[in-house]
């Protein structure tokens, strides 16, 4: 008989790190439904702080901002998605990393996506259609290095995860965000491209601090 080590469960802030990362992965890869906007738009405020009030954070206030956007019409802000990003022709917008990064798709940046993907025990589940650098792909990728998914894949060290943020989000996500805000300007998506954005800053700041912390634990 073997024996599998149990996770304990995850810190109240790295679930909320899990389950922001599952959000933005939703809403970038598929058009939200009715249930969806209307658990956004009543969803509690980022630490029980009013984004009216003074001592609101940045993400509390571009929360907000999502959760206002989400009391839109609904059929509106599906039909924004398929304008932004599902075209027939051509979309607005192509959130692919290799595009931003190389000017064309399914270039360089998704082959060395991949691979890190392998390394990491991880690949495209049967069925999807989207190539994996996809920025709501990514987002995806974001929330399993922090929960892991049992059994077959552990949870990641904030090295790990660090590691796969600067490599395959931070040189781009910054750019399409602004272009998403720019196409859908005073919109559902402008709203999620602006939290996203305060989002990664955080992540990013919190990587940072980790490092520094790291040879202090030593």
């Known amino acids: 008989m073997s024996l599998h080590p149990v996770e304990m469960p995850l810190p109240p802030h790295e679930q909320s790190r899990a389950d922001l990362y599952a959000l933005l992965a939703r809403l970038l890869l598929a058009p939200p439904d009715d249930d ?14 009013a984004a009216d009030d003074e001592d609101a954070t940045p993400l509390a ?3 907000d901002a999502l959760r206002s956007a989400a009391r ?13 990003f599902e075209s027939a022709g051509q979309p607005l917008l192509n959130p692919y990393a290799s ?12 082959a060395a996506l ?18 994996e650098d996809h920025l709501g792909a990514l987002c995806e990728v974001m929330r399993v290095l922090i929960t892991g998914a049992p059994p077959q894949v552990p949870r990641r060290s904030p090295a790990v995860q660090k590691a796969f943020f600067e490599t395959h989000i931070t040189p ?7 272009d ?9 998506y402008a709203a999620l491209a602006g939290f996203m954005r305060t989002f990664l800053d955080l992540e990013a700041r919190a990587f940072e601090l980790e490092e520094v912390a790291e040879p202090q634990r030593a």
């Open 61 to 63: 206030r571009a929360w």
């Open 99 to 110: 595009l931003y990064l190389a000017g064309h798709l399914m270039e360089t940046p998704l």
């Open 172 to 178: 781009w996500a910054g750019a399409c965000l602004d």
């Open 114 to 131: 991949r691979a890190d993907l392998a390394r990491l025990g991880l690949r495209r589940r049967e069925g999807v259609g989207e190539p």
């Open 180 to 188: 998403v805000a720019q196409a859908d300007a005073s919109g559902f």
């Open 72 to 84: 839109g019409d609904g059929k509106a802000i599906r039909a924004a998605f398929a304008d932004l």
């Open 36 to 49: 969806l906007l209307l658990g956004l738009a009543h969803a509690p405020a980022l630490g029980g702080t």
